[in-house]
């Protein structure tokens, strides 16, 4: 037996190139990414064929959890101080009733006009605190609105 | 690696082929780029659903700003708990017709009459999902005018009366 065989060369691939592109790649990704904040609430969101993207700022999102929970959030921490004080500030999410709601949106509204109002609701939750909301959305004249939705196929 | 040599030097100990075998640092990157591309991947996953579909609704305002409406133009769907579809034209009686069949029926009625105005009343305590699904049909079948009520007494009394 041949004892030194380690004169045979095998493919050589340079990757250095590779390794640049996806380092390159990475750091963007890195620096572009925003994390989204725990959530407060977890909602399973339902499905539509609704293919019109969430607005990325001055969202207000009211959430209706599966047990009918009404929870109110804004973007911006400044805004959350200003309507549920110091210690919410960093929340993104304050449970509410119903009958706070319709004051809320509207103190919201008038500190920042541009916000839009977004509904999120649990697949699962009852219809009946969701009708309240829509309801306190007419009385506050929110007559337009976002449901968030699960893409679903076909 | 460098500096042991076992067996090496048999016939030709003269010090000068030796040199050959210095081997440089050589550092094995290959963990390293394993990583780099399970992070790479991971934020490209992640960055590229980050965002939500949303369904944009546009309701018709409060109930003082009164909209006149022919009862014959008035579509009225309710839904039930159960995701059953209750429907009727102005003051005809009410039918019930499966979840499945709703975007065929919307397009036959939009395409019949456009200036249909279809009230969506949904039953408090059936699921925020019939909401969904129905207004997703609409947006499917390009049912643009819609409002929403809630369920009264009396829609409760037509249901009862419905045929099948």
Redesign the interface.
């Known amino acids: 037996m041949p004892k030194h065989k380690k004169s045979r060369v095998g493919i050589k691939l340079d ?1 250095t190139p590779l ?1 640049d592109v ?2 390159l ?2 750091t963007f ?2 620096l ?5 904040p725990p959530e407060e609430v977890s909602v399973d ?10 607005p ?1 700022a001055d969202v207000m999102l009211v959430t ?1 959890n599966k047990e009918g929970k009404i929870y109110l959030g804004i973007d911006s921490p400044r805004m959350m101080e200003r309507l549920f004080g110091e210690a919410n500030r960093l929340k993104n999410a304050v449970q509410v009733d119903k009958n706070q709601l319709g004051n809320l949106l509207i103190q919201a509204r008038i500190s920042n006009p541009k916000l839009r109002t ?1 509904l999120k ?8 605190p ?2 309240d909301v ?2 306190v ?3 506050a ?1 929110i ?10 196929k076909g | 690696m460098a500096s042991v040599e076992t067996g090496a030097p048999r016939s030709h100990s003269k010090g000068k082929k030796k040199k050959k075998r210095r081997v440089g640092v050589r550092v094995d ?1 290959t963990p390293m ?1 394993d990583v ?2 399970l ?2 991947t991971f ?2 996953l ?2 590229v659903f ?14 003082d700003t009164k909209v006149e409406v022919a009862m014959s133009n008035l579509l009225t769907l309710i839904v039930n708990p159960d995701g059953k579809v209750y429907w009727n034209k102005g003051t005809d009686q009410m039918a019930i017709m499966p979840f499945v069949e709703l975007r065929k029926f919307m397009l036959e009625q939009s395409r019949a009459n456009p200036k249909l105005i279809t009230v969506v009343k ?12 129905v ?2 049909e609409f ?2 079948a390009n049912v643009t005018r819609f409002s ?1 009520a ?1 369920v009264n007494d009396a829609d409760k009394k037509n249901m009862a009366k419905a045929k099948s």
């Open positions: 990757m390794v996806a380092f790649l990475l990704f890195m572009t990414t925003q994390f989204k969101i339902p499905a539509s064929h609704s293919a019109i993207k969430l990325e209706v977004v609701g649990d697949k699962n939750s009852p219809y009946g969701v009708e829509l309801d959305f007419q009385k004249r007559t337009r609105f976002n449901m968030v939705t699960d893409l679903e | 990157m780029v780099a591309m992070l790479l934020f490209m992640t960055t980050s965002r939500p579909q949303t369904m944009e609704l546009n309701l018709p305002p409060d109930s949904v039953d408090r305590d059936g699921k925020y999902l019939s909401l969904v699904d207004l997703d947006n499917l929403l809630p």
